[in-house]
């Protein structure tokens, strides 16, 4: 049996900190043995990465540079927070403009025009990165609506850089100092308000800037606050760069970027450049630049739900994450749906037996159907988007579909003169939209709806049993129809990894294929929900490794 060659490397670091995105090996003594073309794995052109290229050349083999993707993780990556984005590249690296990269060739030669779908795809990741502010790092707050007090005034905007950083020494930016940018600047814009950003890095006290505070002239503005990126490009009109990856935010934002190294996004036509690259030898509009970087160079992976991603699921899961964290308490899930729901709110289920914290939102006589309408009595797709705002959580857990099959469906058909099938594909349908729109926010759990309780000659004075009893299908009919309305979604919940369907079904039917007995509510036999205490134990054993 043939064995295939293994993606291997010398830093132990690199296969922790990419495990979520490849499988890589550590070149120990074995592989040293063997000496296979085995592809070697570092990181950029540090010292793994140098390594990985000069093992590949001494074994004729090959080697993949890595480095952080363009939209990187929550907080900054000197901290440890989780990645969403990865780069390959096995010519280069997209910062290295002293050779070619697997970047600048996609950028020199894709063809952007036949597809049509990418761009679509990058013009809606640019107006989302625009809309939330998403940046690399994604911890920073956003600038105050106040801070400028220059009304009226052109601002411009210099970037620094972190001291020894890669992309100056392999994007040739240590040909100019930060200095000379600050004077040419403030030369070139006689009239303007000029500020200098000084890198997060620096701010935390990580690393060192590549300009002194005594070089900084006086009248130079200097950001010295860690602030999201976007927020604050929103305030200029022109940006000086050596090779800063805010150069190309300040390119999504419409903004003139001087660039005086060759970062990844110069000399395609875009950029004022102060230095030149034979190699690259096209001209590129932005939304082609961004599709080319962001979207092919790039692999994702959504470290919050543990999956593989593209870039909109990333962005979305961003803007959930910075909602998520102006809330301190976090559940360990939200329950949500008709008053079916209220289960979560028993002690004995969600403390003792799951030993979760769960927060409950019931909204009655919320439906499956009703799902749809936003302006619909109960304003239950309203209340419940709210509350998926509202909250800190983990996963949702919900249910809804009781009220449609027990009650709205046969109602409706009856009134309507619509085929009761017809009326429970729309609640399916509807049901089934409002869950991929719950999936966006969190993995969602949906357990199937409650079998109908009320018996056909059950005789009961109370609101609710007084309004079904208009209902002339019997418990048997009823019961089929929550049947086929649970099996309806279980089926449609297959194709995705986030929408995890319980069924209840076969724990909660008698020889009769009627809810078993022991799901009724002892004390009360006109009760349309379940018993309490036995719907509870039911959950916490089918919910036990679930939640």
């Given at each position: 049996m043939k064995r295939m060659n293994q993606n291997i490397t010398t830093s132990k670091r690199l296969i922790r900190n990419t495990k979520n995105f490849l499988t890589i090996k550590y070149y120990s003594l074995f592989y040293k043995i063997q000496n296979k073309q085995n592809s070697f794995y570092g990181w950029g052109k540090?010292?793994?990465?140098?390594?990985?290229?000069?093992?590949?050349?001494?074994?004729?083999?090959?080697?993949?540079?890595?480095?952080?993707g363009f939209i990187r993780s929550?907080?900054?990556?000197?901290?440890?927070?989780?990645?969403?984005?990865?780069?390959?590249d096995k010519k280069g690296i997209y910062y290295d403009a002293t050779s070619e990269s697997d970047l600048e060739n996609i950028l020199n030669s894709y063809d952007f025009n036949a597809d049509e779908a990418l761009i679509q795809k990058a013009e809606e990741a640019i107006?989302?990165?625009?809309?939330?502010?998403?940046?690399?790092?994604?911890?920073?707050?956003?600038?105050?609506?106040?801070f400028f007090k220059d009304e009226g005034k052109k601002r411009i905007l210099i970037i620094a850089q972190t001291a020894g950083d890669a992309s100056l020494e392999y994007g040739v930016?240590?040909?100019?100092?930060?200095?000379?940018?600050?004077?040419?600047?403030?030369?070139?814009?006689?009239?303007?308000?000029?500020?200098?950003?000084?890198?997060?890095?620096?701010?935390?006290?990580?690393?060192?800037?590549?300009?002194?505070r005594e070089e900084i002239p006086k009248e130079c503005i200097v950001l010295d606050e860690d602030v999201?990126?976007?927020?604050?490009?929103?305030?200029?009109?022109?940006?000086y760069t050596k090779t800063s990856g805010m150069g190309m935010e300040a390119l999504i934002l419409g903004l003139e970027v001087v660039c005086y190294g060759l970062p990844y996004y110069a000399g395609w036509g875009l950029t004022l450049d102060k230095q030149s690259c034979a190699r690259r030898t096209r001209e590129l509009s932005m939304e082609e630049l961004f599709a080319g970087a962001y979207i092919l160079y790039t692999r994702y992976y959504n470290p919050y739900r543990k999956r593989p991603s593209d870039i909109i699921d990333v962005i979305n899961e961003i803007v959930l994450q910075k909602k998520k964290a102006k809330h301190e308490k976090i559940y360990d899930a939200l329950a949500l749906g008709d008053s079916h729901i209220r289960v979560f709110e028993y002690g004995l289920l969600s403390k003792i037996a799951l030993g979760k914290d769960i927060k409950t939102l019931y909204?009655?006589?919320?439906t499956a159907r009703g799902i749809k309408n936003l302006n619909s009595q109960t304003q239950s797709q309203n209340r419940f988007l709210v509350a998926l705002e509202e909250y800190n959580y983990n996963k949702i857990i919900i249910t809804l579909g009781e009220v449609d099959t027990a009650y709205i469906i046969w109602?409706?058909?009856?009134?309507?003169?619509?085929?009761?099938?017809?009326?429970l594909n729309e609640s399916v349908e509807n049901y089934y939209n409002f869950l991929l729109k719950l999936q966006s926010y969190a993995p969602v759990i949906i357990l199937s709806a409650p079998l109908p309780t009320l018996k056909d000659e059950q005789e009961c004075n109370d609101t609710v049993h007084a309004i079904r009893r208009t209902v002339k299908a019997s418990q048997k009919e009823r019961t089929q129809l929550t049947l086929a309305f649970n099996q309806a979604i279980k089926e449609r919940c297959k194709a995705h990894e986030d929408l995890q369907f319980i069924d209840l079904d076969s724990s909660s039917l008698n020889k009769e294929s009627l809810?078993?007995?022991?799901?009724?509510?002892?004390?009360?036999?006109?009760?349309?929900?379940?018993?309490?205490k036995s719907y509870g134990l039911l959950l916490a054993w089918k919910l036990r490794n679930v939640i």
């Open positions: 540090k010292e793994s990465g140098l390594k990985a290229i000069s093992l590949a050349k001494k074994q004729n083999s090959s080697f993949v540079l890595l480095e952080d929550m907080d900054l990556g000197i901290k440890g927070s989780p990645s969403f984005s990865l780069v390959e107006d989302l990165i625009k809309k939330h502010h998403i940046s690399k790092y994604n911890n920073a707050a956003n600038i105050s609506d106040d930016g240590n040909k100019f100092t930060t200095k000379q940018m600050i004077d040419e600047a403030m030369n070139e814009n006689l009239n303007a308000s000029i500020y200098l950003k000084i890198h997060p890095d620096v701010l935390v006290g990580k690393k060192e800037s590549d300009i002194k999201n990126s976007i927020s604050l490009l929103k305030n200029f009109s022109k940006v909204i009655a006589g919320a109602e409706r058909a009856e009134k309507t003169g619509v085929l009761v099938e017809k009326m809810v078993s007995s022991w799901l009724l509510d002892p004390k009360n036999r006109c009760n349309h929900h379940y018993c309490r």
